[in-house]
């Protein structure tokens, strides 16, 4: 997703002229990204047992039958490490109030004295 300026897809409003206009580049929310990580561990999980059966199926070719039950056994720890895992959060610049530095003036000024005739 770019930055800011495009129009916030919402299918119900969709084509409406009062459809908002999305101005931040808020990242998605914490339950989107739970959602997107728990289906990735699904998916990965779920691939699990049907290379298992394919590797029983494949047991005449035993080469590969070692290579599917290769490929399923870092599966769970593979699904695990990328369902923990949130996107990095974004590094912002805090915009800090630096005063300018005031060096003691080493030169010597003309002082006009006062009269007192």
């Not at 084509?15 to 999305?22: A, D, K």
């Not at 999980?45 to 199926?57: C, E, Q």
């Not at 599917?68 to 870092?74: D, E, G, R």
């Not at 990328?82 to 800090?96: F, G, L």
Request: with cysteine.
């Amino acid at each position: 997703m770019g930055y800011g300026g495009g129009v916030v897809k919402d299918r119900a409003r969709a084509g409406t002229p009062e459809s908002p206009v999305l101005i931040t580049a808020a990242p998605p929310s914490l339950a989107e990204q739970h959602a997107a990580r728990r289906r990735k561990y699904a998916i990965m999980m779920s691939m699990r047992i049907p290379l298992l059966i394919a590797a029983a199926a494949c047991y005449r070719i035993w080469w590969l039958a070692l290579i599917l039950i290769l490929i399923s056994i870092p599966l769970p720890w593979a699904a695990v490490l990328i369902a923990n895992d949130r996107p990095p959060r974004k590094r912002e610049k805090v915009n800090r109030f630096r005063p300018e530095a005031r060096a003691v003036e080493r030169r010597e000024h003309q002082v006009i004295e006062e009269r007192t005739d």
